[in-house]
C-alpha cells in the first residue's frame, strides 16, 4: 500500500534526451509538489499544484514542466536534458483544506535521474 | 525570504545515548509549521515529527522530541535511545501557513549511530 509512489527508480539517460518521471498517490490528497534534491543534499521546491493553481519555483528552466492527468498523478516531463539536472527527484503529496495549507507533506521514494 | 539552518553537517551518537540536532529559521511570518524528516539511505522522505507555530507545547513522537523556542526561531530535535536504525540525513524544513507552496528545508544533518 504505497502512498506515494514514483517510476523509475533510477534513469539514466543522454544529454538532449527528453525524459518523464511518473507520480501518483493513492492518498486521496488534492495537492502534489515535486523537489529536487542535489548531490549536496539541498532539497528545492520545483512545483506545487492542485486543481486550482500551479506554482512554478522561478528557478526552475521551462524545460520542467508538471503534467497532472489526473488529481493522483503528477507527471515531471523534461526536455533536452542537461548534465546540470542530474539528482534525486521527489514527489510529495498533501492535502489542502479551503485555501489552508496543511503541515504534513508525504514523500515518494525518489527517483535518481543520471545524465551522461 | 524564509530560510532554514542546519549549523550541524554530521553528527554522532552511541547507541542508547541521547543526541540533539539543532535547526533554526529565519521568517517574518507568525503562521507555520516546522517539520523534522529523516532521509535513510533508502532515499525516501519520512516525516518523524511537526510542530505547528501556534502551538506552544514542544511535540513529542515516541522517542523524539523537539524544542520549540519560536522567540528565538529555533527548532531542534531531540533522538533519545538511539538505535541503529536511526541512522540517516535528518532535514529541518519549514512550511508557510498561508502558502502552501513555500515550503522550505535545510541542508541537513548525517547522523551517525555507533553500535
Known amino acids: 500500500d504505497t502512498a506515494v509512489s514514483q517510476t523509475p527508480k533510477y534513469l539514466v539517460t543522454q544529454m538532449g534526451n527528453d525524459k518523464s518521471i511518473k507520480c501518483e498517490q493513492n492518498?486521496?490528497?488534492?495537492?502534489m509538489y515535486w523537489y529536487k534534491q542535489d548531490s549536496k543534499k539541498f532539497l528545492k521546491i520545483m512545483f506545487s499544484?492542485?486543481?486550482?493553481?500551479?506554482?512554478i519555483n522561478e528557478t526552475v528552466p521551462n524545460r520542467f514542466s508538471p503534467k497532472s492527468p489526473d488529481k493522483a498523478h503528477l507527471n515531471l516531463h523534461i526536455n533536452s536534458l542537461e548534465l546540470g539536472d542530474s539528482a534525486v527527484y521527489f514527489c510529495?503529496?498533501?492535502?489542502?483544506?479551503?485555501?489552508?495549507?496543511?503541515?504534513?507533506?508525504?514523500f515518494g521514494p525518489g527517483t535518481r535521474l543520471t545524465v551522461l | 525570504a524564509q530560510t532554514v539552518t542546519q549549523s550541524q553537517p554530521e553528527m554522532s551518537v552511541q547507541e542508547a545515548e541521547t543526541v540533539t540536532l539543532s535547526c533554526t529559521y529565519d521568517?517574518?511570518?507568525?503562521?507555520?509549521?516546522l517539520f523534522w524528516y529523516k532521509q535513510p539511505p533508502s532515499r525516501q522522505m519520512i516525516l518523524v515529527i511537526r510542530q505547528e507555530a501556534y502551538k506552544q507545547q514542544n511535540a513529542t513522537e515516541n522517542r523524539f522530541s523537539v524544542n520549540f523556542q519560536k522567540a528565538a526561531k529555533s527548532f531542534s530535535l531531540k533522538i533519545s535511545d538511539s538505535q541503529l536504525g536511526d541512522a540517516a540525513m535528518y532535514f529541518c524544513a519549514y512550511r508557510s501557513g498561508a502558502h502552501f507552496n513555500k515550503f522550505y528545508f535545510g541542508s541537513g544533518t548525517k547522523l551517525n549511530v555507533k553500535p
Open positions: 510529495a503529496s498533501s492535502h489542502l483544506l479551503a485555501g489552508q495549507s496543511t503541515d504534513t507533506q508525504y
Open positions: 499544484y492542485n486543481n486550482k493553481e500551479l506554482i
Open positions: 492518498l486521496g490528497h488534492d495537492t
Open positions: 521568517t517574518s511570518e507568525s503562521d507555520y509549521y
